[in-house]
């Protein structure tokens, strides 16, 4: 099982700025796909970004033109930069891998935009 942890969350206000880190035990660069899901108190976990092992990205339309997924191959993370934050994107992020035989999840990182 691939086991990822997840950093960089916190308090920040509206506008500000957080990074969010995932450190995995394997190369970031050798899973079919991974990704960022946020889930905030009693809703569901939802797909933030994504981001396969050829480069290409995907993200929630809520989120585009503020949030930039990406991968570092000398950290070996994947990070999601969160710019132009709103209250509505407190919520506890989850970092995903995906295999042909394995979907694995990290602890989560808790983010609250909050003044």
């Known amino acids: 099982q691939v086991q990822l942890v997840e950093s960089g969350g916190g308090l920040v206000e509206p506008g500000g700025s957080l990074r969010l880190s995932c450190a995995a035990s394997?190369?970031?660069?050798?899973?079919?796909?991974m990704g960022w899901y946020r889930q905030a108190p009693g809703k569901q976990r939802d797909l933030v970004a994504s981001?396969?092992?050829?480069?290409?990205?995907n993200y929630a339309d809520s989120v585009k033109g503020r949030f930039t997924i990406s991968r570092d191959a000398a950290k070996n993370t994947m990070d999601l930069q969160l710019n132009r934050l709103k209250p509505e994107d407190t919520a506890v992020y989850y970092c995903?891998?995906?295999?042909?035989?394995?979907?694995?999840w990290g602890q989560g990182t808790q983010v609250t935009v909050s003044s």
């Open positions: 394997g190369s970031v660069f050798s899973f079919n796909a």
């Open positions: 995903n891998a995906r295999t042909t035989l394995n979907n694995s």
């Open positions: 981001i396969t092992s050829g480069g290409r990205t």
